[in-house]
């Protein structure tokens, strides 16, 4: 059939659909490439503060400045009307979370919802590109069919659709909006096509074109799962090396001077909303025998928080009533985030060990980590007016790189979950030095 899809590209009216972490940083760098930039977004809090001129994302470099001037140009506005958005706009970008569950179940109701209402509002021509990261063959067989049922138009025919994945690291997401390659797949050659041509007027890094929709999408669970299973490697070279007096740190750093190497830190395990989840998009329809590294470096990943609290248990003769500060709830350093945070295996072993557990984390508030059920404590010197017996360092924040160990009374261990702490430190304040990978008497304090 030949297709009858508008070829007046660029466009210069994009919706963004999702204006969370990734979808309003997005929204900004379109708008500072003088696109017309409606953001959309189920919470009315959102949007009005987004009309304000002001970001509700605090934790960006240059976001809330970005926001500001792209408002005051009036080149972003925002809206509650997904449906309306779409029906004034050339390109939709979908950027709202597949929700998944503790067991890694996956909940599509937000983006279901989001690209029913932007199927309502579907005019011929218009392209759409999902960037959710999505299983394999979701753009296609998913939402391509409820865009098509609730604007009554042919994908490839009349519109176009297409995926790009995110590839960007919190903190810093305009840098990586400029590094790394846009990669793009459409559903045809021609939705391939309107994305790359879309993604050049906006961005500035190169555009990657790939053969279709399916390919994009495994691309970016390949390059996460790539990351979860090396970890998991990491981990197991640590756990095999205790057992043999070799500095594990010492052994990486060498390795990894050839360039074919590339071994990344042992740790008590991976969060995120990306890492221990996207191999279970791979996982979920794997067939007996596929992907069993993938599997394996999952459950290596999974017990590592274990293992470490083993060995912190046996280096204290036991964890009953001893007193455990656990330094950083976020998944990782320096971001608010605790999406599948190892914080909540290490509170809950813990708690199971009958340790009584103190949390500190300076980017959350009080209230904002009920959830772990643990003592939260709000600075370091209310963590110093008690003694402690052990601290677990869960995320290296950049307030905790000026600690004074000697601080802690009665500081007997510290677990270097994430490998970020001077041991000689550690040592210094009369502790032991705890990591995976350590051994037992390399672990031991001074005498």
């Known amino acids: 059939m030949e297709s009858s899809v508008s070829p007046d590209y660029p466009v210069k009216t994009v919706a963004v659909v999702g204006l969370g972490k990734i979808g309003l940083p997005l929204a900004a760098q379109y708008a500072s490439k003088g696109m017309r930039v409606i953001g959309c977004d189920v919470l009315a809090e959102v949007v009005e503060s987004i009309n304000a001129g002001l970001a509700h994302i605090h934790e960006e470099a240059g976001l809330e400045e970005a926001v500001a001037a792209a408002v005051a140009a009036g080149t972003l506005s925002a809206t509650t009307d997904t449906t309306g958005a779409a029906k004034q706009a050339g390109v939709v970008v979908v950027i709202v979370p597949l929700i998944v569950a503790p067991d890694r179940s996956m909940d599509y109701r937000n983006i279901d919802a989001a690209t029913r209402a932007v199927g309502r509002g579907l005019r011929r ?9 999505l299983p394999v063959g979701t753009t296609r067989q998913r939402l391509g069919p409820m865009l098509e049922k609730e604007s009554g138009l042919k994908a490839g025919a009349d519109f176009h659709l297409a995926f790009s994945p995110e590839r960007l690291y919190a903190g810093r997401i305009f840098e990586d909006l400029r590094r790394y390659p846009k990669i793009v797949g459409g559903i045809d050659e021609a939705s391939t096509k309107a994305a790359v041509d879309f993604y050049r007027s906006v961005l500035d890094a190169e555009v990657w074109a790939v053969e279709n929709t399916e390919t994009a999408e495994f691309a970016k669970l390949a390059e996460t799962t790539y990351r979860d299973v090396n970890i998991a490697l990491a981990n197991q070279l640590a756990l095999y090396a205790a057992s043999r007096e070799v500095n594990v740190n010492e052994a990486f750093k060498a390795a990894n001077s050839q360039p074919y190497s590339h071994i990344h830190r042992p740790s008590l395990g991976v969060g995120g909303h990306c890492i221990p989840v996207y191999p279970h998009f791979l996982l979920r329809d794997a067939t007996n025998g596929e992907l069993s590294l ?8 999974d017990r590592m928080a274990e293992v470490g609290l083993q060995q912190l248990d046996r280096l204290l003769g036991g964890l009953q009533s001893r007193r455990v500060l656990v330094l950083g709830a976020s998944y990782r350093e320096d971001v608010k985030e605790l999406a599948f945070s190892t914080v909540f295996p290490v509170v809950k072993l813990l708690h199971h060990a009958g340790a009584q557990v103190l949390v500190l984390d300076p980017l959350f508030r009080r209230e904002e980590l009920q959830a772990l ?46 490998g970020s702490v001077d041991p000689a ?5 009369g502790a032991a030095y705890i990591a995976i990978g350590i051994s037992e008497t390399r672990a031991a304090a001074p005498k």
């Open 125 to 133: 021509g218009t392209l759409v590109v999902c960037e959710t990261t």
């Open 294 to 301: 993938v599997r394996d470096g999952r459950d290596t990943n």
């Open 373 to 418: 059920e643990a003592e939260v404590v709000d600075d370091v010197d209310t963590a110093t007016s008690q003694p402690v017996d052990a601290i677990v360092v869960q995320a290296w924040h950049r307030d905790f790189r000026h600690l004074d160990w000697r601080r802690f009374k009665g500081l007997k261990a510290v677990l270097d979950g994430r």
């Open 425 to 429: 430190a550690i040592r210094q304040a």
